[in-house]
Every structure is written in structure tokens, then in C-alpha cells.
């Protein structure tokens, strides 16, 4: 018998198994491209903000663009900002991209990730 215990699993290993979505990529006009990083690819000492800024957008207790500034890069951001797009099409850009990674990922936490 050794002193060592069993190994279950190495980090590693699991990072090489996860699923992760696809960027999100939207081409606007004049053929600008941005780019949406995961929102659940942050780190575990980011993800409180990020849900919060999420949950919050989502109930209308804060404004979208805080969470779009988070997960775009800021050069993407000031493309998407520049685009001066009508609400309808912001809003319906924004469900689009989150419903994009969650249907990757499932919800955080609850199921498939």
C-alpha cells in the first residue's frame, strides 16, 4: 500500500474534454468584424461581475453596453459603438450572442458545460 493518494483526475485533462462554443463573430457595415469573447470563458474572480452585469441587463437594471464592454475587446467595442445601430437590432444582437453560448454550454452551472 502506498502513501500516495489516488489520482481522479488531472486539471489538464478536463480543460482538453470541456466543450467550448465557437466565437461569435458579426460582420457589420463596411465589413467590419467583431468578435464576442465566452462569457463563461472568464475566470472564477470575474464570473460574480459578469453574471451581475448579465442578470442585471437582463431584468433592465442596467445597460447592456456594460456587459457588451466586457466581452468584446475594447477595439471590437468601439467598432460595435461606432455602428450607432437602432435599439430593436441592438437588443435582438444581444440575445442572439448570449443564446449562441448558452445553447453551447448550457446554463452555468446546470447541466451540460
Do not use: C, W
Not at 465589413?31 to 437582463?58: H, V, W
Not at 464592454?69 to 445601430?85: G, H, N, P, Q, W
Not at 435599439?87 to 452551472?109: C, N, P, W, Y
Request: aromatic share 8%; net charge negative.
Amino acid at each position: 500500500m502506498t502513501d500516495s493518494p489516488k489520482i481522479d483526475l488531472v486539471l489538464s485533462d478536463l480543460e482538453k474534454e470541456i466543450r467550448k462554443p465557437e466565437p461569435f463573430t458579426v460582420v457589420l457595415s463596411k465589413n467590419k468584424r467583431i468578435t464576442f469573447k465566452d462569457p463563461f470563458g472568464f475566470k472564477l474572480s470575474e464570473r460574480q461581475r459578469i453574471m451581475d452585469l448579465y442578470e442585471a441587463s437582463q431584468r433592465g437594471d442596467a445597460d447592456d453596453l456594460d456587459l457588451l464592454k466586457e466581452i468584446l475587446s475594447e477595439a471590437d467595442f468601439k467598432k460595435y459603438r461606432d455602428e450607432d445601430l437602432p435599439i430593436r437590432t441592438h437588443e435582438a444582437l444581444t440575445k442572439r450572442v448570449m443564446a449562441h453560448f448558452q445553447g453551447s454550454l448550457g446554463d452555468a452551472g446546470k447541466g451540460n458545460a
